[in-house]
């Protein structure tokens, strides 16, 4: 049974940081791309980073570039989503996600605020 477990997340002040973790169990952790996803209230889910199976890739969406940086360890199944210089329209529910040729995976999503 596959799993993607996240942790973190909560409320933080306009510029401040957190750190997302996604733990994957059931699957070949190596072979998927891993991504964070968010959906905003009233809005599409969007996709915020990547980071290929490799682990050097990545790409990341124009309103995060710079301030999101997206890692993961492959010895520990787990893929982190760093985020610095927070702000108010970062706030979201934040989704990991692990795809492969002819599947995909969600984690259960965190709330992220970020709020004065």
């Known amino acids: 049974q596959v799993q993607l477990v996240q942790s973190g997340g909560g409320l933080v002040q306009p510029g401040g940081s957190l750190r997302l973790s996604c733990a994957a169990s059931?699957?070949?952790?190596?072979?998927?791309?891993m991504s964070w996803y968010r959906q905003a209230p009233g809005k599409e889910r969007e996709l915020v980073a990547s980071?290929?199976?490799?682990?050097?890739?990545?790409n990341y969406a124009d309103s995060v570039k710079g301030r999101f940086g997206i890692s993961r360890d492959n010895a520990k199944n787990t893929v982190y989503l760093q985020m610095n210089s927070l702000k108010p329209e970062d706030t979201a529910v934040y989704y990991c996600?692990?795809?492969?040729?002819?599947?995909?995976?969600w984690g259960q999503g965190t709330q992220v605020t970020v709020s004065s």
């Open positions: 996600k692990a795809v492969a040729t002819r599947e995909a995976y």
């Open positions: 059931g699957l070949a952790f190596g072979d998927y791309t």
């Open positions: 980071a290929y199976p490799g682990g050097l890739t990545t």
